[in-house]
């Protein structure tokens, strides 16, 4: 499989659209509104209702200045999303030092700008606004206008009070940011890894695809390739005395064998329309493998039937998720051995599954629990020594396998503290991939029917 690099932490900035932020802060504006209305009219606060009303202007003509001067569905840039929500958090901290300081619990609203920044910014600049943040909330600890009621009675609370909630939005500051950032980013990582997957399972369905199509047009153009070649043969045998023609007679008779020679390469010896579908599940595995069977490893195939019978071999779909994830794990376990790799293909009255195993010197202890996450680390060297992926590879195998209804487990040939027999034995990294033999049933029952006509391919 072709090398398929992400940036697991890209340019999450560019998922913001603008709309997105005008639509939250025109929320916030309403919300203001309210609770400035509800705090003067129904408790009868003394507020300072010119600046606040200065304040909630200010965002209003932000919002208004960003509807008629950008289009609605601009992307925003990190420096754009950045300064959008360092003006909401000098607003809101504005209103809050106009309000009471920390004695009004609306200040713990200042959090809410810094989990979008966790969800769009990278991780220096969500730094830097959370900085900005702390700093503007210790800051309304100890300066900001007191809370009035009309009788000039001062609301405010007890001191303990305030410096536990101080304590409480700097852990949160610090503590909100890390976890939506962590979540977004896994988030992020499975979308990207997910969209890996989807681009290699739809490759092979085309190879697929095309591998029918071309064993269909291998079988139907058999007949009048054949006449060709016939009757170029009988015209090259009746054309003694005229040279000119023989030899055209015969060029066509050559042509029609390098068209069957032609279609012969490109298809597979012995599957035609009828059979692309299906396959003796050793064939399938044989198929996956084959690509790599010629790369200065020795390839060994072992076959375990159902109490010791393996003539009867279960047939199964050559679906393209099946051959690819099988192909990875051949792909895998060539690049690591160092002189042999086995394939084991076992199958019973129940389950029918495939193990391989290479001479290889293993996963390393520390990672093997979490073999198939995708991105593991950026250049993760401690999966398997000279390994510098980053785990999108064994995740698309492991993927694509478990949507066949497949179970996955991984292992090592040998213990952590055993000592290296050298190559030649498997002692290397173990994959085993096992399917319950009723979810081919319906292949099955395909082998045991009719071929019937041809059918026609899909397109």
């Given at each position: 499989?072709?090398?398929?690099?992400?940036?697991?932490?890209?340019?999450?900035?560019?998922?913001?659209?603008?709309?997105?932020?005008?639509?939250?802060?025109?929320?916030?504006?309403?919300?203001?509104?309210?609770?400035?209305?509800?705090?003067?009219?129904?408790?009868?606060?003394?507020?300072?209702?010119?600046?606040?009303?200065?304040?909630?202007?200010?965002?209003?003509?932000?919002?208004?200045?960003?509807?008629?001067?950008?289009?609605?569905?601009?992307?925003?840039?990190?420096?754009?999303?950045?300064?959008?929500?360092?003006?909401?958090?000098?607003?809101?901290?504005?209103?809050?030092?106009?309000?009471?300081?920390?004695?009004?619990?609306?200040?713990?609203?200042?959090?809410?700008?810094?989990?979008?920044?966790?969800?769009?910014?990278?991780?220096?600049?969500?730094?830097?606004?959370?900085?900005?943040?702390?700093?503007?909330?210790?800051?309304?600890?100890?300066?900001?206008?007191?809370?009035?009621?009309?009788?000039?009675?001062?609301?405010?609370?007890?001191?303990?009070?305030?410096?536990?909630?101080?304590?409480?939005?700097?852990?949160?500051?610090?503590?909100?940011?890390?976890?939506?950032?962590?979540?977004?980013?896994?988030?992020?990582?499975?979308?990207?890894?997910?969209?890996?997957?989807?681009?290699?399972?739809?490759?092979?369905?085309?190879?697929?695809?095309?591998?029918?199509?071309?064993?269909?047009?291998?079988?139907?153009?058999?007949?009048?390739?054949?006449?060709?070649?016939?009757?170029?043969?009988?015209?090259?045998?009746?054309?003694?005395?005229?040279?000119?023609?023989?030899?055209?007679?015969?060029?066509?008779?050559?042509?029609?064998?390098?068209?069957?020679?032609?279609?012969?390469?490109?298809?597979?010896?012995?599957?035609?329309?009828?059979?692309?579908?299906?396959?003796?599940?050793?064939?399938?595995?044989?198929?996956?493998?084959?690509?790599?069977?010629?790369?200065?490893?020795?390839?060994?195939?072992?076959?375990?039937?159902?109490?010791?019978?393996?003539?009867?071999?279960?047939?199964?779909?050559?679906?393209?998720?099946?051959?690819?994830?099988?192909?990875?794990?051949?792909?895998?376990?060539?690049?690591?051995?160092?002189?042999n790799v086995w394939i084991d293909v076992f199958w019973d009255d129940e389950q029918i599954g495939v193990r391989i195993i290479d001479d290889g010197p293993g996963y390393s202890p520390t990672i093997i629990n979490r073999i198939g996450d995708p991105f593991v680390r950026r250049k993760r060297r401690d999966a398997r020594p000279g390994y510098v992926g980053m785990g999108l590879g064994l995740f698309i195998a492991k993927t694509l396998l478990e949507r066949s209804g497949a179970e996955l487990s991984f292992a090592n040939g040998r213990g952590s503290g055993d000592p290296d027999p050298g190559p030649g034995e498997r002692?290397?990294?173990?994959?085993?991939?096992?399917?319950?033999?009723?979810?081919?049933?319906?292949?099955?029952?395909?082998?045991?029917?009719?071929?019937?006509?041809?059918?026609?391919?899909?397109?």
């Open positions: 499989m072709a090398d398929t690099s992400f940036e697991p932490h890209g340019h999450r900035s560019f998922w913001v659209r603008l709309r997105t932020l005008i639509v939250l802060r025109w929320i916030a504006i309403v919300g203001q509104l309210v609770a400035i209305t509800v705090a003067q009219r129904m408790f009868n606060l003394d507020l300072n209702i010119g600046l606040c009303f200065l304040a909630i202007g200010a965002s209003i003509i932000a919002n208004l200045f960003a509807i008629f001067v950008y289009p609605e569905n601009k992307r925003l840039s990190e420096r754009e999303v950045a300064g959008m929500l360092v003006f909401d958090i000098l607003q809101l901290a504005f209103l809050v030092f106009l309000t009471g300081g920390l004695n009004n619990p609306f200040a713990l609203l200042i959090l809410a700008p810094l989990a979008i920044s966790a969800m769009a910014l990278r991780p220096l600049t969500l730094t830097a606004v959370a900085g900005l943040s702390l700093v503007l909330v210790v800051a309304l600890m100890f300066w900001h206008l007191p809370l009035r009621t009309q009788e000039g009675f001062i609301m405010q609370q007890p001191q303990v009070f305030r410096y536990g909630f101080l304590a409480a939005i700097t852990i949160g500051v610090i503590f909100l940011p890390v976890y939506a950032g962590r979540v977004t980013s896994e988030m992020h990582t499975m979308s990207e890894a997910l969209t890996a997957t989807q681009m290699a399972l739809a490759r092979e369905q085309k190879l697929t695809d095309l591998g029918g199509v071309i064993a269909a047009a291998a079988h139907e153009l058999g007949t009048p390739l054949a006449t060709i070649k016939l009757a170029s043969g009988e015209l090259y045998d009746e054309l003694e005395d005229h040279p000119t023609l023989r030899e055209d007679a015969k060029l066509i008779r050559e042509q029609a064998n390098r068209c069957r020679d032609i279609l012969t390469s490109m298809g597979q010896a012995g599957k035609d329309d009828l059979h692309i579908r299906h396959a003796p599940f050793v064939a399938v595995v044989r198929e996956a493998a084959e690509p790599h069977a010629d790369r200065g490893i020795a390839v060994h195939y072992n076959i375990e039937g159902a109490h010791g019978d393996t003539g009867r071999q279960p047939v199964i779909e050559r679906r393209p998720e099946i051959i690819h994830g099988l192909r990875n794990q051949v792909q895998n376990a060539v690049d690591f051995a160092r002189e002692t290397g990294a173990v994959v085993v991939t096992i399917w319950k033999r009723e979810l081919f049933s319906e292949s099955q029952e395909a082998e045991r029917a009719a071929l019937g006509e041809n059918r026609p391919i899909e397109v």
